[in-house]
Structures are given as structure tokens and as C-alpha cells.
């Protein structure tokens, strides 16, 4: 079983940066996928960025070059730097890890990220 905690969210104006951290405790191995997703009200949730153990990315169309995803295995937490935010940025983020070549798939509670001015 995997645990899922994340810290960082909040209200930011439009330009501004936060840095989202999400730590995962219980049976986790490096090799695990760790990522971001969001979800506006009335969305989908849909995928910000992932990355997997040797280190690979991949990145929503709308966050490309303005997020960075990155993980430390040692500490089995995976953190998102969030540039230059967009009031459409708005969104509950939750921390995502999964088991490649396998169906288990962990969330995290979420956590709120407001833009505005």
C-alpha cells in the first residue's frame, strides 16, 4: 500500500511561481511512475506532468515550458516548480504514482491552487 501526501498549494497572482511537493510513504520502489494531475470545477482531471524513475518527463501541452517536474528518489518525493501562472492554472492538484505494467494506481488528497490577482 502507498500513501500519498502533498504541501505547497495556495493563492498566487498571475506571473507568480509555486512549488508543489508530494511525498509517498509505505512499498515504493524508484522504478515507480510519479506525477501531477489537475482538475478545474466542471473538468476533467486530466494530466500536468509525470516522470519516471530514470528520470524521463512528459508534460501537459499547457504547462510546456513553464513547469518543471522532478523527483527525489531518496526521499521517494516528486515536486512540480510552477512558473509563470495563468488564472487558468486554477485548479485541485493531486499527486499521482503508478506501478508500470500493473493496474495500481495511488492519489493523493489533493491540494488547491488558486490564481488570481
Known amino acids: 500500500q502507498v500513501q500519498l501526501v502533498e504541501s505547497g498549494g495556495g493563492l498566487v497572482q498571475p506571473g507568480g511561481s509555486l512549488r508543489l511537493s508530494c511525498a509517498a510513504s509505505?512499498?515504493?520502489?524508484?522504478?515507480?511512475?510519479m506525477g501531477w494531475y489537475c482538475q478545474a470545477p466542471g473538468k476533467q482531471r486530466e494530466l500536468v506532468a509525470d516522470?519516471?524513475?530514470?528520470?524521463?518527463?512528459n508534460y501537459g501541452d499547457s504547462v510546456k515550458g513553464r513547469f518543471t517536474i522532478s523527483r527525489d528518489n531518496t526521499k521517494n518525493t516528486v515536486f512540480l516548480q510552477m512558473n509563470s501562472l495563468k488564472p487558468e492554472d486554477t485548479a485541485v492538484y493531486y499527486c499521482?504514482?503508478?506501478?508500470?505494467?500493473?493496474?495500481?494506481?495511488?492519489w493523493g488528497q489533493g491540494t488547491q491552487v488558486t490564481v488570481s490577482s
Open positions: 499521482n504514482l503508478r506501478i508500470p505494467y500493473s493496474r495500481q494506481n495511488y
Open positions: 509505505g512499498t515504493v520502489h524508484s522504478f515507480y511512475v
Open positions: 516522470i519516471a524513475g530514470d528520470g524521463t518527463t
